[in-house]
Structures are given as structure tokens and as C-alpha cells.
């Protein structure tokens, strides 16, 4: 039976996508799991994967479509099966694609050409992913000179890190004047700098929490002297890009703790607070232009080793624009972690619809006193966020009083 396939909602603040390329045509052979097409977000490019196996019988909308979450977008089902077609959203509309984002084989639907922007000589008629064009553009990269290792030769981000650091001569635009001194020439005119679309998002979203979560913070200092030693007794046994983080152990630690605070776990709905079954903790990654929060499933169940496995892939994946819809999708409690930044201290805001989140400030060897003496120890300070409708200080303490109770005697974590 055939199986429609739908835009997907990447996040509760998602209304609509860009579907930016079919990757299968009508007539192929898809199996489940196997992309179907990309699609772009206010937050990245983001690969839509078959939720059936069969061959592809419709494709509902053209490339260069914005669509709204939830709409139909294709029909998978067995050759020669006979479907009728479901209906589009009518609020669909097309939008200019840059020639390298169009993609080299034409779209199955008959549609009327997408409009095409003019591109500049450094750009070039080549196949490039958004992040990848963002990053060229920002480092003089010119993508002409690009070999692509994405589907279809598409330039992708690692791409053009490829040929930065290798110093390929044709690929870097070099300033005209040359700098002596190792002084960079100062310009005294104003410069005006588009936001994109994910700093935009990040806008629209926090302005909304500030303004209608009332916020609270508790700030706690943890001792991490024999969670530093487990970690360097652990990594001694794993290859170089297995090492676990410091950030793994917290994450570990953070889920158990939820469990025993259900309450931070969750959310408000009109007069109701739902506490959600899964503790799905969210990890906020770096990616040009601003943050994005992948989601670790059940971080409870799972082992460090797993933990950590799971966000180097999907924070790969996100730097690389390239996240999947299940990594980005269902957090119920989020982390945010400056701490390789040498930070001693901040605070986070709310990533709704969730309950709290914990800003990690750095690891740090300080002069300490225990017993009346000054000796070194490790100390890391944490500050917890949360939504005052929902919890009160008393709870949140109780919270960071558990998380120490797992930090300090990370043992506790492994049994």
C-alpha cells in the first residue's frame, strides 16, 4: 500500500521548509531510511529520509518550494500501484534558488523553471550547499576551484575547509595589497551585515521565552577532582576518537538526576504541567551563525560511551548543515556548555516549550581549602535556569544538590 510522505516539523517553532532538492526521481527504487530529498530550515539543511520501501510513484511538490510542516511532499508504493494524488497545501510558494544550489538533474513534477539569481564569478555555476557557499563567502574561498565531494559532486562545508587548509593557490582570493607587520589594514566605514536565517530564529525564539517565562537561577559549584581522575583512567583505555568528554559525564550525570526531579523534566500547557516519560537532554553545538541543540535519547539508558559517540556524529552532522530530523527533535531538558572557553561563570535562557536548562561553565584547577588547609582541587561552577510557573528555587537547588551527589562520586554513574 502506498505511503505518503509529509514535511517534517523539525521543532515545535517550525512552520514551514524549503525543499530544496528531490535526491530521488519518480520511477526509482528508495528503501526505508534512504533520503529522499533536502530540505532547509530557519535552522539548517537537513536530509529527509523514506519512511517506506517501494519506488517512488509521485512527487508532490517542485524544488524550490517553501512548505508548510506536515504537508504531503511524496508517494512511495509499489510500481505500477495506482494512488491518488494527495493534495498540496495551496499556501505553498516557490522561492528563488541560486543557481549552485539547483541541482543538475530536473526535477519529475511539471512545474514552471525556478527563477535563477544571478551568480558572481567568484560563486560560479557549481553545486554548493548553503553552509558551504556561507563559508567560502566569509573566507574568500572560490568555489569554482572546489572539487565536491557531496551527492553529485555537490560542494559541501568540508569541501572548502579541504581546500583552505591545503593552500590550494586558485582557491583562496588573496588581498590585492599586501599586509607587512602583521597588521591587518583598519577600515573606518560602517558595515552592514545581514543576519541569517538561523540567527533570525534564534532571535524570534529567545525574545519569546524572556518575555513570557519567568525566569530563576540557582548557581552551584561542584567538586570534580575524582570525576577528572575517572575520565583520564578511562580515556587511557579508549582510541583517540573514542576519548570520553567531561561534558559526556555531565550529560550522564544530568539524566539520572532528572529522574528523581520529574518536574524539571517537562512542561507547562495551560493550567497543566506534563512531565515527560523520556529524558531526552538536548546539547547546544556551535554551527556558523549562531547554535543549534542536539537531542540524546534516553540519556539515562544509555552509557558515556554511547552518550559521547551520539553527539560527535549529530554535531558533526550539524556543523556539516546536514543534520536528520531525529537529531534535532523531541529535547526535554537542555544543556549548554561554554566551559572549553574558558568560562568561570553564565546563564542560560529557556529553550521552550521545555522546563529548564543548565549553563557549564569550565573545569578548573584553583586553590582550595578542605580541613584548613590550602591545597589545589578541581571546582566547576553550573547554573540552572528554570521556568518559575513551573518549579520554585527550593526544587531547583534539590537538583543541583543531586547532580554533585553524581559528579562528585561518578562511580555512582557506572552501577
Known sequence: MAETISMPKLGFDMAEGLLVRWVKQVGENINKGDILAEIETDKATVEVESSATGVVLQLIVDQGTMVPVNAPIAVVGQAGEKVDTPVADSGKQKVEVKADEKPAAPSAPTAAPVTQASTSAESGPVKASPLARKVAKDNGVNLTSVQGTGPGGRVVRKDVESAMTSGQPSAVSRPSTPITNYQLPISTEDKVIATTKLRQAIGRRLVESKQTIPHFYVTHEYKMDA?????????????????????????????????????????????????????????????????????????????????????????????????????????????????????????????????????????????????????????????????????????????????????????????
Open 227 to 415: 570525576l577528572m581522575d575517572m575520565r583520564k583512567q578511562a580515556n587511557a583505555y579508549l582510541p583517540d576518537n573514542e576519548k570520553l568528554s567531561v561534558n559526556d559525564f555531565i550529560l550522564k550525570a544530568v539524566a539520572l538526576s532528572l529522574r528523581q526531579f520529574p518536574n524539571l523534566n517537562a512542561t507547562i500547557k495551560g493550567n497543566e504541567v506534563i512531565q515527560f516519560g523520556h529524558v531526552n537532554v538536548g546539547v547546544a553545538v556551535t554551527v556558523p551563525g549562531g547554535l543549534m541543540t542536539v537531542v540524546v535519547k534516553d540519556t539515562d539508558q544509555k552509557s558515556m560511551r554511547q552518550i559521547s559517540s551520539e553527539v560527535k556524529t549529530m554535531a558533526g552532522r550539524a556543523r556539516d548543515g546536514k543534520v536528520k530530523p531525529e537529531d534535532v527533535d523531541g529535547s526535554t531538558f537542555s544543556t549548554s556548555n561554554l566551559g572549553m572557553y574558558d568560562v568561570e561563570e553564565f546563564i542560560a535562557i529557556v529553550n521552550p516549550p521545555e522546563a529548564a536548562i543548565l549553563a557549564i561553565s569550565s573545569a578548573r584547577e584553583v586553590p582550595v581549602v578542605e580541613g584548613g588547609q590550602i591545597k589545589p582541587g578541581w571546582r566547576m561552577k553550573a547554573t540552572i535556569s528554570v521556568d518559575h510557573r513551573i518549579s520554585d528555587g527550593a526544587e531547583a537547588a534539590q537538583f543541583m544538590q543531586a547532580l554533585a551527589g553524581f559528579l562528585e562520586n561518578p562511580v555512582r554513574m557506572l552501577v
